[in-house]
């Protein structure tokens, strides 16, 4: 697992907030803490719990809710759902979905991500 951390801002129906995110390719999903889902969207019930491994001693992390917002990185928007777990140790953690979906890379050595702005663009077919 390896991670890089960046400040992102997140945008919702209810208004933005920019929060330190965690880039991680060992998170399959991405998560997000409630208190900040709170302040700018509205949550949506999942249809069932999802439960996630932690690193932490096997404990297991549960998401009840979830949200939809887009966020913002290097004046570059994109969009995703996000689990919302309590007690979620960082604000925002961005996953592999996530990174998958937009072809996003983390470069390691540069301690950044790499975005390829052509995957932004809206293109209708």
Do not use: H
């Not at 890089?4 to 129906?13: A, F, P, Y």
């Not at 001693?57 to 949200?67: F, I, M, R, S, W």
Request: hydrophobic share 45%; proline share 5%; aromatic share 8%.
């Amino acid at each position: 697992m390896s991670v890089i951390q960046k400040r992102v801002k997140l945008v919702g129906s209810k208004g933005t907030r920019e929060v330190d995110a965690l880039f991680d390719s060992g998170a399959t999903y991405s998560c997000l803490r409630p208190d900040v889902a709170r302040e700018i969207d509205i949550s949506v019930p999942l249809p069932e719990p999802t439960v996630f491994g932690s690193v932490k001693n096997g404990d297991l992390l549960t998401a009840n809710e979830a949200v939809r917002l887009n966020f913002f990185l290097k004046d570059c928007r994109f969009s995703d759902e996000f689990m919302l777990i309590p007690d979620l140790s960082e604000e925002l953690i961005i996953g592999a979905k996530t990174l998958q979906a937009w072809k996003m890379k983390l470069d390691f050595e540069a301690d950044d991500v790499i975005i390829d702005p052509r995957v932004t663009k809206l293109r209708l077919m």
